[in-house]
């Protein structure tokens, strides 16, 4: 008599056991689901292609950077009658500056290698304004620092500018 009250209590322990295992796994079966794509390190398409159209982005926005801080367009852009060479200086410097700045999280989005060159371009960029600047009067007008900047940019025989924006481009053809 002992051997069948402790038979039926042991089922009923054991059918009630599973009863709360079952309700409880179909309470947390998606938690666990979600859980491990995660561990996989599933990427979704869609972030795919959201990640895909924020490279594309970054590499856009690194060729208008490099195009508005060749000097060619710089100091056009920036030329004013009658500008005195330390103020056009000044505010070429601040100009590349500031746009470099404002793109600067686009490092994520590009290759090392690529991200270097531009950072690399920018300072060369500041590096030739800042040395245009020499030899030339405290009161000499903007226009002969544009000159002599533009004269040496002549004297290089393959354009930086276009080398880095060649670059970004080789980038960007990868991507696909």
Do not use: C
Not at 95 to 102: C, D, M, N, W
């Amino acid at each position: 008599m002992d051997l069948s009250k402790f038979l039926l209590n042991t089922a009923t322990l054991a059918v009630g056991g599973t009863i709360i295992v079952v309700v409880a796994y179909y309470m947390v079966r998606n938690d666990i689901m979600n859980y491990l794509s995660s561990r996989k390190g599933a990427v979704v398409p869609e972030d795919k292609s959201n990640l895909l159209q924020l490279r594309l982005q970054a590499h856009e926005r690194m060729i208008i950077f490099v195009d508005r801080i060749n000097p060619s367009n710089l100091l056009l852009r920036l030329h004013q009658q009658g500008i005195e060479v330390g103020v056009l200086q000044l505010m070429a410097v601040n100009e590349i500056k500031t746009e470099f700045q404002h793109n600067i999280t686009q490092q994520l989005y590009l290759e090392a290698a690529t991200w270097k060159v531009v950072f690399q371009l920018k300072d060369d960029t500041i590096a030739m304004i800042n040395n245009g600047v020499k030899n030339l009067a405290a009161d000499a007008s903007g226009v002969e620092l544009s000159k002599k900047v533009l004269h040496h940019m002549s004297g290089i025989d393959e354009n930086p500018y276009e080398l880095t924006i060649g670059l970004i481009k080789q980038d960007i053809h990868k991507l696909f």
